[in-house]
């Protein structure tokens, strides 16, 4: 009996084998150089698949991104970063501006000449849906040609100028158009001296792909005249580059 005692006492205090401790789980490092862009931008496309204890060092001089996590979250990122660090889409954007006008309607059986130029664009039923300008008239047409990342800038009509960054993104149904400047363009008093630009609009724009996308630009709605840009974009291979007026 008292051996017993002695025997269970022995097993309190740890004198019977132990279990196997859990094997912690491996952590990898891994180092990836980037081919097409920036280590900056890496993070956010790589810190969602990470877990809670993982890690991102951006080296910006070497375009270098290292992670530290385990084998199954590192290798999660390396897919992620394969089809996110790819050669920058390249795009082709015709654009078109037109000056609208308001003008005495036109009597019974009587077509509008909407735009005495012609429709280059096709849209001249869009532009009756839409607004209620009676005639149109084409200033310029331009072809920009870019690439994602891009800041492209475009002189419209002699007397505008356009400005923006292509965002393709992730969505190849549009083309996202950052920080759109639409400026009038003063003349200058002589030879030498920088033009001195306007503000007419600011903007952010969602461009869909294969169709046109009209923006009027005016005082209000009710305002005699505007200015009318339409925008077709469609994706292209790499090879940026500004194209003149068509």
């Known amino acids: 009996m008292v051996r017993a005692s002695l025997f269970a006492l022995a097993l309190l205090l740890g004198g019977a084998p132990r279990p196997a401790a859990v094997p912690a789980t491996e952590v990898v490092v891994r180092v990836f150089a980037l081919k097409y862009r920036a280590p900056e931008d890496a993070v956010a496309i790589v810190r969602p698949v990470l877990t809670e204890g993982g890690s991102v060092i951006v080296q910006p001089k070497g ?10 979250a590192v290798e999660r990122a390396a897919r992620s970063i394969a089809a996110w660090d790819v050669p920058p889409r390249a795009v082709d954007l015709r654009i078109t501006l037109l000056k609208a006008a308001t003008g005495p309607r036109p ?39 870019g690439a994602e990342g891009q800041t492209v800038a475009s002189v419209l009509g002699g007397d505008y100028r356009l400005e923006f960054q292509i965002d393709g993104g992730d969505d190849l149904r549009q083309v996202r158009l950052k920080g759109l400047a639409f400026e009038r363009v003063h003349p200058v008093a002589g030879p030498g ?49 500004i194209g003149g007026p068509n």
């Not at 664009?121 to 209620?132: A, N, T, W, Y």
């Not at 630009?197 to 009710?222: C, K, M, S």
């Not at 005249?225 to 580059?241: D, E, N, T, Y």
């Open 63 to 72: 375009n270098v991104l290292t992670v530290r996590d385990s084998a199954d």
């Open 193 to 241: 001296i920088a033009a001195p630009r306007g503000d007419i609009l600011r903007t952010t724009l969602n461009v869909p792909v294969g169709q046109p996308f009209i923006l009027a630009v005016g005082r209000d709605e009710a305002a005699a005249g505007a200015l009318v840009l339409v925008f077709r974009g469609s994706w292209k291979i790499p090879g940026p580059g």
């Open 107 to 145: 009597g019974p059986g009587i077509a509008p000449a909407l735009m005495p130029d012609g429709d280059p664009e096709g849209i001249g039923d869009r532009l009756r849906q839409l607004f209620r300008f009676t005639s149109y008239s084409r200033l310029d047409t331009v072809l920009v040609k």
